[in-house]
């Protein structure tokens, strides 16, 4: 068969194409950015495309053409500079359905559970709309329904329980005692199989048997990690607040973190729902964690995952103030300049480096600028560490470091640099 995968270059839609294409159907995979997977996976034929941009039926057309089945792995957790909820989850699949329509194919949706307290906020509600429109749209359909998925990768919830499980000394918590359901990643791509087989339809809840606490999944997570148990702090809702509030204000800056107030929200009624019998299985966390044992990079990424937002926040603060100090004293700081060149051209190159600093502090803040900040910290600290030793190599030796303090930068930023990633 024919299969269009949406956002196959995610953690889920990534199984998902791998699973189907060893089943022997032409895999096509859509995302954003699949330079990287096509190299991954040169068996599935990659296309480009943006879901918020195909909001309109003739927006699908072409993509649809010859596909019997499309598997609907996308999904956003909160609006900001990277996502737009209405679009992709809503507005986009009402296009798709519109567009279905005259070749009826089969949609299997991965959804959520969008019932419950949490039910009204933007993820589920756009979630559930879609879903509604689904059921009503007369096309052949599997609504899919995952508790929190784990597998050999991480993405979104999974990446941070791994890093909480990785914390030092104490397991800091809030909802330490929320229930979570979970199964495997690849329980999903096995229920997808059996859909394209015709096995499946309808609204299916899939989840393993087994109801954790968050402090017990983290707890296994410890473990498999292969580090000693250490105890669960319980913390206040209010204690995160502001770890929240940061974590939405990155996100409007394209940083898609777990630590949003979505997830939050989600985290405190717990990740529960009443399972139907589906006639599927399901994999426990302790089956899925065993069938999957940790290597040394996974402790790597634990213990760098939060560190990450501290390594860019730490980049941009650096080189904000080494822009905005010298401005408090131009005539001071241009003193250096003056032995190479006149005083109105050092007033100016002082103004104009202070700038570029004050640039890329901000630049590196917003997600989609900052690989390139980043290779434009590189570049300028490259520079001026050369014009430093030509011009006034003194400074080598100067008490304070001006130039040996560059050093630990360019160290970081390359720190920076090979964790910027997301999948």
Known sequence: MNILILDATGFIGSVVAARLAADGDAVTGLGRNPARARLKQPAINWRRADLSRMTKAEDWEDILKDQHVVVNCAGALQDGLSDDLAATQAEAML?????AKGSHPLIVQISARTAGAAGELPFLATKR???EALAASGLPHLILR???????NAHGGSSLIRALAAFPLALPLTHAQSPVETLSVDDVAEAVSRAVAGDLRGDIVLAADEVLTLADLVRLHRQWLGLPPARVISLGAWLAR???WLADAAGLLGWRSPLRSTATTVMSEGIKSAKAESGLAATSAVATLSANPSGVQDLWFARLYLLKPLVIAGLSVFWLLSGLIPLLAVQKASAHFLPFMPEAAATVLTLVTCLIDIALGAAVLVRPLAGRALLGMLAVSLAYLTGGTLLEPALWLDPLG????VLPSILLTLTALATLDER
Not at 146 to 152: E, F, K, M, N, W
Not at 402 to 405: A, N
């Open 402 to 405: 001006p130039l040996v303090k």
């Open 146 to 152: 995952p508790a929190l998925v784990l597998g050999r």
């Open 242 to 244: 502001p770890v929240t």
């Open 95 to 99: 296009a798709l359905y519109a567009a």
């Open 129 to 131: 709309q879609a879903d």
